[in-house]
């Protein structure tokens, strides 16, 4: 029996080390994370608003949108995902239905946030969260899905009171939220490798997760060694893919409006595309089904492009449009 995704997730997090995850935004994103060798993956809340949409991670992009493109994802791929549950699209209540159907879509984790509605992307301004109660009963609610789902997915309990209130309150939410049966915590936007020490020694027996933007977040980007040391046992990189694709995609339409291509070594050939999208493992796999009928198709095929090709080159006949 095939391991569910879910479980794919708990041997990673019972395995030594630190293991890197960077975050995917569409079909075509996860698919060259799991190509490249990674384990698992995130989805990004950030870059699918900015992807589906065009819009900022601001609360503008609904539950069932979400909820659709994680289903995508993850038909396209056999890692883990892990999905960005926002703040569970409401209270308890919403919190769990919004964990009923990451289960039912395939996730194999879900981290839920304690900011208010609308929310805020992380390490911007203007985030604010619940009170401590309601906080903690959305992680309750979403172990209670869990249980009552009869499922093992992974919850990620993120607080964002570091940046909305203080350092202090993000520590007494996420042993709170470890007291009540979190599996993974997370405290977005912490500012120095000191508070990621200090977040790392409470609940211990508890796995933390860091959350490593790029380009400028508020976090130090630590290298994998320092993060172990430290204490984390996985690490998101939510921006690298949405980032070099923005930038690569802006250098691409510069050289088409100067009348040229991308540059030789910036854009892949033909067949490797082919090969990435899965032309190559089509064609393999539409082999085993073929049929004497379909071998006379191809025929007639070939017999047809050549008379079509005689037809056109001969001048006596007259082709009228």
Same mark, same amino acid.
């Given at each position: ?10 041997? &990673? ?13 569409? *079909? ?8 490249? @060798? %990674? ?5 990004? /809340? ?5 992807? #589906? ?24 791929? *056999? ?8 703040? =569970? ?7 769990? #239905? +919004?964990?009923?159907?990451?289960? #039912?879509? $395939? ?14 992307? @992380?390490?911007?301004? @203007? ?12 992680? !309750? ?17 993120? +607080? ?26 997370? &405290? ?8 990621? !020490? ?16 790029? $380009? =400028? ?13 430290? /204490?984390? !046992? ?5 921006? *690298?893919?949405? /980032? ?43 082999? #085993? ?21 005689? %037809? ?10």
């Amino acid at each position: 029996m095939a391991e569910s995704p879910a479980k794919a997730l708990r041997r &990673i997090l019972d395995s030594p080390g630190v293991h890197l995850g960077p975050a995917c935004f569409n *079909s075509l994103s996860a698919k060259l994370v799991e190509r490249a @060798g %990674f384990d698992y993956c995130f989805t990004s /809340g950030f870059s699918i608003s900015a992807a #589906r949409l065009g819009l900022p991670d601001v609360g503008l992009i609904s539950f069932g949108e979400m909820m659709d493109q994680g289903r995508q994802i993850i038909q396209a791929v *056999s890692i883990p995902i892990i999905a960005d549950g926002d703040n =569970g699209y409401g209270n308890a209540m919403n919190v769990k #239905r +919004t964990v009923r159907e990451a289960i #039912r879509a $395939g996730y194999a984790g879900i981290f839920l946030e304690d900011q208010v509605s609308p929310k805020a992307c @992380g390490h911007t301004r @203007g985030r604010k969260v619940v009170p401590r109660d309601e906080a903690v009963m959305r992680i !309750k609610a979403a172990i209670d899905a869990r249980k009552e789902s009869g499922s093992d997915i992974v919850i990620i309990a993120r +607080t964002d009171s570091r940046q909305a209130v203080s350092f202090d309150e993000s520590l007494w939410r996420s042993q709170a939220f470890a007291d009540v049966g979190a599996d993974v915590l997370l &405290i977005d936007a912490l500012a120095s490798r000191e508070e990621m !020490k200090a977040f790392c020694e409470i609940a211990p027996s508890v796995p933390k997760m860091a959350n490593l933007l790029e $380009g =400028g977040g508020k976090t130090p980007i630590l290298s994998p060694t320092e993060l172990k040391d430290v /204490g984390f !046992k996985i690490a998101a990189y939510p921006l *690298s893919l949405m /980032g070099v694709s923005i930038r690569a995609m802006q250098n691409a339409l510069t050289a088409i409006k100067g009348g040229q291509i991308p540059s030789h070594g910036s854009i892949p050939t033909f067949e490797e595309i082919k090969d990435i999208v899965g032309f190559n493992s089509y064609y393999e796999e539409e082999t #085993r089904y073929a049929t004497n009928t379909d071998q006379v198709s191809s025929q007639n095929d070939v017999k047809n492009k050549s008379f079509n090709l005689r %037809f056109f080159e001969d001048p006596n006949f007259l082709v009228v449009f």
